[in-house]
């Protein structure tokens, strides 16, 4: 690795590349920072990434001529980006995004990366974010790193070699994080009704918010639960405190929280530095449904825009307007449903914050269906839990309109009477 300054390392980056940002509490800023600098002196670049955090300066009609965002998953930061035209949108299984960088016609030609100084041997930790990184140095000729003490050394897959980058540029800056928000009495509701369907030495699969924190909070007299997830945040950092989190019972990597990547507070940050009960890995691994099986009593808990009563979940749009992406829902609810006392569960408000409904007649024309009929088990509601899982229509239909708000269940039953005669 040599060290250089930043703009000697954007140097590197000429016309016609293509490059893979890693994201979430990783966001190499400082280098895309420079990057977007850069690009205006350059022509058809291409940057490939999942979430990103903060500002995304090389995005907007003064560099559209330069370079072109490829979003493999929607944050906040880019949907009027993307539902503008101003930036890509690809829909993707997660768990895929690795054979996606590996294909010839996207394969990287630069890594941006964001890690901690290396150690007495020699190497780096990408810290609470892996995802597909390693895939995109892999294929990439030029990987740039932004050396940055402010990067919890986390273990697994995390760590590299400091040999493995072509420039390092030395930046100290904090990693996004979020503030842990109080569970209000709505999602604290629903997360009763998701841990009445969590049992004991279970492994479980969640993400970040309201809901599944909410579920976390209620979980605290549980046993030896395991956590096999795409992603951790501090919700799972309090109930390891707690004991609760032990990992006994998992039948791939016991004894170790695995995830993908995290994020959360810098109490969490500081609980993933040199942790050895956390272990980071790619996320062809993490969300792997032939790994993700493996583990008894295996629940994923994922959330959705609107979920039809036929059962389908809408979970990347508002209609055709795109407010985040594929995910790894369908990774877990598959791996889930298939193991041994499995579980997937779909939770989310019958009703949205304006107060439009939210289990629906019919999901809205344009929107994707993020998880088929075929693989939803449970729907939860602050209302109570629907099963589904092999019902028929008219018993779907049923169970789902008892989840939903009171003041929609007329509406729904009229638009059921009229498409399934036995309702």
């Known amino acids: 690795m040599k060290i250089v300054k930043l703009h000697e390392a954007m140097d590197a980056i000429q016309s016609g590349m293509r490059i893979y940002a890693q994201g979430m509490a990783s966001t190499p800023h400082h280098l895309l920072n420079g990057l ?91 810290g609470p974010t892996i995802e597909a990184t390693l895939a995109a140095m892999r294929v990439a000729s030029i990987t740039i790193a932004q050396i940055n003490p402010s990067v919890p050394r986390v273990l697994g897959d995390a760590l590299i070699p400091a040999t493995s980058i072509t420039y390092g540029v ?121 790994v993700i099986r493996q583990n008894p009593r295996m629940i994923s808990i994922n959330s959705a825009i609107e979920v039809d009563l036929n059962g389908q979940v809408a979970a990347e749009s508002i209609g055709s307007h795109i407010v985040s992406g594929v995910g790894g829902q369908m990774d877990f609810v598959r791996g889930a449903s298939l193991a041994p006392g499995g579980r997937s569960i779909i939770a989310l408000p019958s009703r949205t914050r304006s107060g439009e409904p939210r289990i629906v007649a019919n999901i809205r024309p344009g929107a994707a269906v993020t998880t088929s009929r075929n693989h939803v088990q449970y729907v939860v509601t602050e209302y109570g839990v629907a099963e589904l899982h092999g019902r028929s229509l008219r018993e779907r239909a049923k169970q789902l309109i008892a989840v939903a708000h009171p003041d929609d269940r007329e509406a729904l039953e009229k638009s059921a009477r009229e498409r399934l005669p036995a309702f």
């Open 36 to 126: 977007a600098d850069r690009a205006g002196s350059l022509k058809d670049l291409t940057l490939f990434h999942l979430h990103l955090e903060g500002p995304t300066p090389w995005v907007g009609p003064e560099l559209s001529a330069h370079i072109r965002d490829v979003s493999l998953f929607v944050g906040k930061n880019l949907r009027e980006a993307v539902n503008t035209g101003l930036s890509d949108y690809v829909p993707i299984f997660l768990s895929e995004v690795p054979w996606f960088l590996e294909q010839s016609e996207f394969q990287p030609d630069v890594a941006l990366i964001n890690v901690s100084p290396p150690d007495r041997h020699g190497y780096v930790s990408l």
């Open 170 to 290: 030395e930046w100290d800056e904090a990693l996004s994080a979020t503030v842990v928000e109080a569970v209000d009495p709505l999602s604290a509701t629903i997360g009763r009704h998701v841990a009445s369907l969590i049992p004991d030495r279970a492994t479980l699969q969640l993400g970040i918010g309201r809901i599944p924190n909410a579920v976390l909070s209620q979980l605290t007299h549980h046993e030896d639960l395991g956590i096999h997830s795409e992603m951790i945040s501090d919700g799972v950092r309090m109930l390891v405190e707690r004991g609760v989190v032990t990992g006994r019972y998992k039948a791939t990597d016991p004894g170790e929280i695995v995830a993908t990547f995290c994020m959360g507070s810098e109490q969490l940050y500081h609980f993933l530095d040199d942790n050895p009960a956390v272990s980071l890995r790619t996320v062809d691994y993490t969300n792997n449904t032939a």
